[in-house]
């Protein structure tokens, strides 16, 4: 397994720009209101990723024993999230870019908008966090290691 390459999440941040935006223009008259929430799993999903983080970056500066699998699972989290960080960003993007200019004459155009700009918030807090919890993941260096934490 490689960790995650920009190109991987810059052609996931553009399919979901394009995905997003088309998905708005054709099907927007039929969608319900957005609530502002619409983004906060991705937030929930950051906060999680960004403790995990924290903590197995403590257990390897700190010399403690962590397991093959549970570091390997860390990884494929972490490289899953980040491209559905990216995914998600380009895609409340798209729908930003199909509702900006419609918020001056449609109402519900203007609180979408403001959803919408919550949602790839979210979108790029939580692909921040997983790009985080792999560089956690790599195995130090020996120098890291002679290092006080």
Known sequence: MHFT??????????????VGYVLFQTAYGSLP???LAAGAALFV??????????SIRARIKGGRVL??????????????????GALMLGGWLGA???LFPKRSYLTAAASDTTSALVGALGGLLLGAAALWLEHCCRT???GDSERPG
């Open 96 to 98: 930003t870019a199909y």
């Open 67 to 84: 397991g093959a699998i549970a570091i390997a699972r860390s990884v494929a989290l972490a490289k899953a999230s980040s491209l559905l």
């Open 33 to 35: 209101r957005m609530p």
């Open 45 to 54: 999903l950051a906060l999680v990723e960004v403790v995990l983080a924290f």
């Open 140 to 142: 130090p260096d020996r």
């Open 5 to 18: 390459r920009p190109r991987e999440l810059l052609v996931a941040g553009v399919l979901g720009l394009v």
